[in-house]
């Protein structure tokens, strides 16, 4: 259940319960695609980065290791020891992206695997059961990710069997939660919305699937190269069609810059690789915008990544430090330069909340808005 707490101009601060603990919003979560962060943080380690929702992902689970053989652990949350909140996702984006070969059906889609070529089917139904086997706390509906730019029609045929498979989500999922040996009987379920870049597919999409009463509603399909101002023009078409008493999840989005405008315009809850993904590459963002660990000038730079920052990384290491670790290929510097984006991440949520609670969200968007992406010339 979502509940506002206030508003400032479109940015909302909210609280989100779920029978696995209340979610502080707006929020990001943590992508855990095959239920670990890649560069080695567990579960307990999230909670030292102040993480509040891990996400893991539908289709790499049901592919590896089996989410049958997860549910006979006893699922996610046992397997993982993270006792939070977790999402899943449906499966649609992967099944898009990563599949060759597919063949888009009304029943689901037809396609092979991208790790042995094994022919899979998956549709409403089958994505909904592996989300139930895996008891995640929220389960996403099965979508159809259209590729940006698409033509006009296709996107509407695409929306329209979008809402046909919502329709029989929201109907397997209600059957699957009743089931006696269901792990989490209190999943809950969100609704994408879909439309591309088209301003009146996106609005009659949302208040279509907003007749259904879910537990909250996504925003899918952006992010995938469109241009952000593309992408912020279709937010704000969307929102004010996007039920007030329910929560608002932008999908994949986003960089610093990216989850600051998405919250003026109303959203609630982000994820995203790169922060992690970067990471690994030795780009780290700071209040001051993101630095490159690579670069020589750093090779004898005592200072944390961050001055201002108190994650278990900074108040420990040097900049010199990780450099080294990175050009020396150790392992130890993926896992200290994730942690650090992670913990940004999870306290610019923290920031923005309190600058929302403060009425004071405005003047930190202008602060900030044109900086955290940017290069650091520090």
Known sequence: MYKLIKKCGNARLGEFT????????????????VAAIKGGLSALD???????????????????????????????????R??????????????????????????????QSHIDGKRIFMGPEESMRIQSNLGSTIAMAFDECVENPAKYDYAK??????????????????????????????????????????????????ETI????????????????EPAEEMYRVISAVEPYMPSDKIRYLMGVGTPGNILEAVMRGVDLFDCVMPSRNARHGHLFTMNGVINLNNAKYELDTRPVDAGCDCPVCRTFSRAYIRHLMKAKE????????????????????????????????????????????????
Request: one cysteine or more; hydrophobic letters at 40%; charged letters at 25%.
């Open 46 to 80: 999230l909670k030292d980065i102040r993480c509040q929702v891990m996400l893991c992902n539908t289709y790499h689970l049901h592919v590896r290791t089996g989410d049958e053989k997860i549910k006979a652990l006893g699922g996610l949350h046992s397997f993982t």
């Open 82 to 111: 993270w006792n939070g909140p977790i999402l899943t996702d449906s499966g649609g984006f992967q099944v898009f992206s990563l599949a060759s070969i597919r063949n888009i059906k009304e029943e689901g889609v037809i396609f």
């Open 210 to 225: 907003a007749k259904l009463d879910l537990d909250g509603y996504a925003i899918g399909g952006l992010a995938v190269g």
């Open 331 to 378: 392992v130890l510097a993926l896992r200290l330069c994730v942690m650090h984006n992670l913990y940004f991440y999870n306290t610019l949520m923290e920031k923005i909340r309190d600058s929302l609670e403060k009425d004071s969200f405005e003047a930190f968007y202008a602060r900030y808005v044109n900086v955290l992406d940017k290069r650091c010339i520090d």
């Open 18 to 33: 779920t029978v696995h603990g209340t979610v502080k919003t707006p929020g990001f979560m943590n992508v855990a695609t």
């Open 157 to 206: 045929l695409s929306c329209e069997r979008t809402t046909r498979w919502l329709i029989r989500c929201k109907e397997e999922h209600e059957r699957l939660n009743a089931l006696h040996d269901t792990i989490n009987k209190r999943q809950l379920l969100f609704g994408i919305n879909q439309g591309c870049t088209y301003d009146d597919l996106r609005i009659r999409h949302m």
